[in-house]
Each structure stands twice: as C-alpha cells, then as structure tokens.
C-alpha cells in the first residue's frame, strides 16, 4: 500500500526545512504557507476490495493534527457515497513548525533576523540565503556582528587579527569563521574597503586590509664564495619574502625543489642557489625582481602534480626549465614508481612539447595507471650527472 501516511506529511514539511525554505521566509524570503501537500490515495478498485482498510487509513488521516483535510465525495455502485481525503493544506507556519518540532528552533532563528534587522539589515539577504547555517551560528551571532562593526570602524587597518579588540572575541574565532565574515563584510562595507581580486580564505586579511603572517622563504647559496654570512660555508637561511625581495646573493641560477631532504643535500655549484619549494604557492616569490634575471630550474615529483606546479610556476618565471623531470629520468628508476593518489587531468600550457607529452602520457595512464615518480627515489649519482651536464651545456648564467 502506497496511500499517504501522516508520517508522509511530516516528511514533506521535513523537506521543506531541511531546504531552508521554511526559515528564509522568516527572513524576508518567499511565504510557504499555506501550502498543499502531496497526497496519494486508493484507486476505485481499492475502495471496493479493500474498504476496511481505506476506513482505517482515512481514521489515521483525520486523527492527525496541524494540518487540514480537505474531503470529497465519491460515490461507488456498490459502497454509495462516502467521504474521502482529497487534499492536505498545512495552513500556517505555526501549523508547519509543531508538525515537525521545530519551534523553538524557529524562535532562535527568528531572534537572529530581529538583532539582524536592527543592527545590520544588509545582512538579511545572507539570512535567506543561507538560513540554516544562520541557525548554527545562533548563538555566535552578536559576536560576527560586533566583528563587522569593529572592522567597518576600522576600514583596512593594517594590523594583525590579534589586535582586534572586542571583549569576549579571540583570534581562533575570527580566523574559525572567516568564510561567514567575508561575506557578511562584503554585503557591508563599501567597495574601496576591500580587495575584491583576493579571495578564498587563505586571503582573509588581505582581503580586509589586516597585516598577515609573511610568507618564509628557505634557500641555501651552493657557492662557498658568496655565503651571505661568516662562518660555516654551508647556510640554511629564511627570510620572510618581502626581506628575500631586496637580497642581494649575487647568483645566476635558482633551484627550486619540494623535498627538504634534495634541499638539505643539493650539491655545491659556482654561482647558484636552491630554494626549498612552495608547492603552488609562488606569487610571493616572484616578488624578488633579482629572479628574473636568473635561470630557474624546477625540480619536483614526476607526475601530474609535478607538471601542475611547473606550468604554474612558470606565469610568473616563463623562462624556468625543469630538472630530471624527464622521461630518461622517469625510465631509469622504474623500480621506485609508486602510484599517484589523485592524478591532474586538466590541460597545462606552459608545458614544453616533450614536457607535454609525457604530462598526456601520465595523465591518460600510457604508461601505467597513475605513475608517480618521487623526486627523493632518484639515485644521488644521477642527480650530479645531471648538474656536470648543466654546468657543461651552459656554464655560468651571463
């Protein structure tokens, strides 16, 4: 039997809340009530064959409460005329919220809206928007609120997050709450008070104005000759980015690797340097103008990811060559392939065409499926062949 149970009805009106649409209309949103449910009864060959249990369904349906049953007669050559449930209407809102026990979470949604409207009604498209991640947030709403005050008070202000001070408010809550924040401020604040090109959380402060904590660069100078400080020859130094921009380390060429055990172990080499990667992070690094001038090599894994943040790296350095990311390479240490987790697809245009072809045999599974070759795998010796080889073929950068 598949007749509309009162179980039925509570579930459609579940649904109903569980799209948001119930509190939206709170909010300023499109009214839901009253509203027609969906109702499945017998057929007229039911009516005859199983009469009893039409009865007994129709008694369940009328016991009901917190909605209406709108009743028809039908009239049947055996039964005679009798009374059916021909449509359902949950009247009200009130009607809606006690057939699903959702009052008193109403209440506290609605208490948001009442502080939203008299403390910052530009928010309210937020709240019909997202209604039900407005209801999580119920209790820490004055709190985001205040926030937005403080920060439309003190348009981009150039200090770090910590030195909001709002009493009750930490930094975790605001760097926990970001995503929320970022698009209550952009409803609130006008458009010169914010950053539109930085987005995604990772450019929260940025976006607002906020002093964020710099980006470190690690780098070893491979010249004995050029040790940026006295002492030992060998120097693991970091800098924050905007320090490495004005360095000036005198060298003609730039390794780049992901590994921090190939950055530890890099061999020495006149005039040179080895930066300990930034995974896909490298618009900080193109910020030292010096780079431009320097060749570049990039060393990372041989798979789709290695491709990936070479063809990235490279719309900010064009002229970065790869290093043992080759197909030589890849062949010659077919004992250490292990398998890429979640291979790239998309297309990379900053490939070279040999570059190009082995990325498309890679990714299209030529070789084998999901291929990966970790740069850490590939024997030292071959490593400094390929370094005689470099120095041979170009020697040291004009």
């Not at 499109?30 to 027609?36: D, H, K, L, Q, Y």
């Not at 005039?271 to 030292?288: E, I, K, P, T």
């Not at 030529?366 to 490593?383: H, N, T, V, Y």
Request: hydrophobic share 40%.
């Amino acid at each position: 039997m598949t007749w509309t149970t009162p179980a039925d009805l509570r579930a459609q009106v579940q649904k109903l809340w569980d799209k948001g649409l119930i509190l939206a209309s709170l909010a300023g949103g499109e009214t839901v009530f009253p509203r027609r449910l969906t109702l499945k009864g017998p057929s007229s060959s039911e009516l005859t064959d199983r009469f009893d249990q039409v009865r007994s369904w129709i008694a369940d349906l009328r016991r009901g409460s917190h909605y209406r049953v709108v009743m028809r007669e039908v009239r049947h050559r055996v039964l005679g005329a009798n009374q059916i449930p021909d449509e359902i209407w949950v009247d009200t809102l009130d009607d809606a919220l006690a057939l699903i026990g959702k009052r008193r979470d109403a209440e506290r949604f609605a208490q948001v809206v009442a502080t939203t409207r008299n403390r910052r009604p530009a928010v309210l498209p937020w709240l019909v928007k997202y209604p039900l991640k407005a209801l999580e947030l119920a209790d820490r709403w004055p709190m985001l609120l205040d926030i937005v005050d403080w920060i439309e008070a003190h348009p981009r202000p150039g200090v770090y997050l910590r030195q909001i001070d709002i009493p009750g408010i930490h930094t975790k809550f605001i760097e926990t709450h970001r995503s929320v924040l970022s698009e209550l401020l952009d409803l609130t604040l006008p458009p010169d008070a914010f950053d539109a090109d930085a987005v995604g959380l990772g450019q929260f402060c940025r976006r607002y104005g906020f002093r964020d904590k710099p980006v470190r660069i690690r780098f070893r100078i491979l010249d004995p000759e050029l040790a940026l400080l006295p002492g030992t020859a060998d120097q693991d130094i970091t800098l924050d980015h905007d320090t490495f921009a004005l360095l000036d380390a005198k060298v003609d060429r730039v390794f780049i690797t992901e590994n921090e055990t190939n950055f530890l172990a890099f061999p020495n080499l006149p005039r040179s340097m080895v930066v300990f990667g930034a995974g896909y992070g490298f618009d900080r690094l193109a910020q030292a103008a010096w780079l431009h001038r320097c060749a570049i090599h990039y060393w990372g894994d041989i798979d789709t990811h290695g491709f990936a943040i070479l063809d990235q790296l490279r719309t900010y350095f064009p002229h970065t060559e790869s290093f043992l990311m080759d197909r030589e390479t890849l062949m010659a240490h077919s004992s250490q392939w292990l398998t890429e987790p979640r291979p790239v697809r998309r297309d990379l245009p900053q490939l070279t065409r040999e570059e190009q072809v082995l990325y498309d045999d890679l990714r299209h599974n030529r070789i084998r499926p999901a291929l990966r070759l970790e740069q850490e795998r590939i024997g030292f010796g071959w490593i400094e062949m390929a370094l005689d080889r470099l120095q041979t073929e170009h020697g040291t950068v004009d």
